[in-house]
């Protein structure tokens, strides 16, 4: 250590998050879209950026993105909040609702950014285990609400790393019992069946006014995924209007740059197109699914675009240190805890996910 400063204790203890970077021929390790977003968007984006006031601050609120988002919701403005990727909308949300002497619960194994994020801005984090299916445990989580009366409880459906949709059942009943935040980070949930956006449109949508027991709900999206967008880094969160005040107080003024804005109003303006991606992704992973079928390794349903596996009788990290050296990337958690011995593989073209199955059939060989 040689700063002056030493890091912060929480800091020091927690490490970085990294997901590594390295050239590889197929890279299927950080949940990407294998395709580029359309063309037409990428022409009106430029047109738009070479129009753009560049002297002048970006609008601080990001009126027309959080309209635009909030009609494709059917939510109100006010009841949207953006920042630079979904991560920034989960740290700007505990800052403001987080911090020293709260608390926040996650469901492990899970998105390590939760508990990482809880502890930058120095809360305390409970972890509860999954069930046996890698899903949130029907008969466990009330004890553990219950234990722990966090601050925040954090959700994840689809699950990353596992893939797993929660029951929406489950989910509702948490955000009916837990006292203070719950929130459904859907990262993925366009991959998905059912969306936790339900719960406040079955409560009035637009219309609410809190109070009705789902004011506690933050749903947390992103354009990395299903808008074939990470690196425009852009996320949101639909949440009551007070839980939004509270994150645009917690911002730096002005952090959602001019193009970033343009960027996700223009997207907007082609969703049938994203649809179209998130369609093919979905069938590729039914492809992916049934050619890990038929391998030596476990697996778990997967509603996300990504599916986790573990290699059988096999060292897991040799198995996707092979596949690197066959020109693959995939992820790593053989190490994690309570994901031992397991890979994620990201869903890629068909001719990607082939080339995947064709080096993993060799590595386990
Ligand atoms: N939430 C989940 C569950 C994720 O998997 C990711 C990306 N790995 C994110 C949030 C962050 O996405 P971004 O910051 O690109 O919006």
């Given at each position: 250590m040689s700063a002056r400063v030493p890091l912060r204790g929480q800091l020091a203890a927690l490490g970085a998050y990294h997901s590594l970077q390295v050239d590889a021929?197929?890279?299927?390790?950080?949940?990407?879209?294998?395709y580029p977003p359309p063309d037409a968007w990428r022409r009106a984006l430029a047109e738009a950026v070479g129009d753009a006031d560049f002297h002048r601050y970006p609008d601080r609120d990001a009126t027309e993105l959080s309209r635009a988002i909030a009609a494709l919701h059917g939510v109100?403005?006010?009841?949207v909040f953006c920042a630079n990727g979904s991560n920034e909308v989960l740290q700007c949300l505990l800052v403001a609702f987080g911090g020293a002497g709260r608390r926040a619960l996650v469901f492990e194994?899970?998105?390590?950014?939760h508990p990482h994020i809880a502890g930058l801005t120095g809360m305390e984090v409970a972890t509860e285990l999954r069930g046996d299916d890698l899903r949130i445990d029907p008969d466990t989580w009330p004890a553990a609400i219950e234990r722990s009366h966090p601050d925040v409880v954090f959700l994840c459906s689809p699950n990353n790393p596992t893939g797993r949709l929660e029951d929406p059942g489950v989910v509702a009943a948490i955000v009916d019992a837990a006292p203070g935040l719950v929130v459904v980070?859907?990262?993925?949930?366009?991959?998905?069946?059912?969306?936790?956006?339900t719960l406040r449109d079955l409560s009035g949508g637009a219309e609410k006014t809190g109070?009705?027991?789902?004011?506690?709900l933050v749903v947390v999206r992103t354009f990395s995924k299903t808008w074939a967008m990470?690196?425009?880094?852009l996320g949101y969160l639909v949440a009551d209007a007070e839980v939004v005040a509270g994150c645009r107080a917690a911002?730096?003024?002005?952090?959602?740059s001019v193009q970033t804005q343009l960027a996700g109003v223009l997207a907007l303006r082609y969703e049938d197109e994203m649809t179209e991606r998130v369609q093919k992704v979905a069938e590729a992973r039914a492809q992916l699914a049934q050619g890990l079928g038929e391998l030596d390794v476990e697996t778990w349903p997967s509603d996300a675009n990504f599916v986790l596996f573990r290699p059988r009788g096999k060292d897991a990290h040799g198995v996707w240190a092979a596949l690197l050296a066959d020109g693959v990337l995939v992820r790593d958690f053989s190490t994690r805890a309570h994901l031992e011995g397991c890979l994620r593989v990201t869903v890629g073209t068909p001719k990607e996910n082939e080339r995947f199955l064709e080096a993993l059939a060799a590595a386990l060989r």
């Open positions: 021929e197929v890279r299927l390790n950080t949940n990407e879209s294998p109100r403005a006010e009841e194994p899970t998105y390590a950014l980070d859907e990262a993925y949930g366009q991959f998905s069946s059912w969306s936790a956006l109070g009705d027991g789902t004011e506690g990470a690196g425009a880094r911002a730096l003024p002005y952090h959602l």
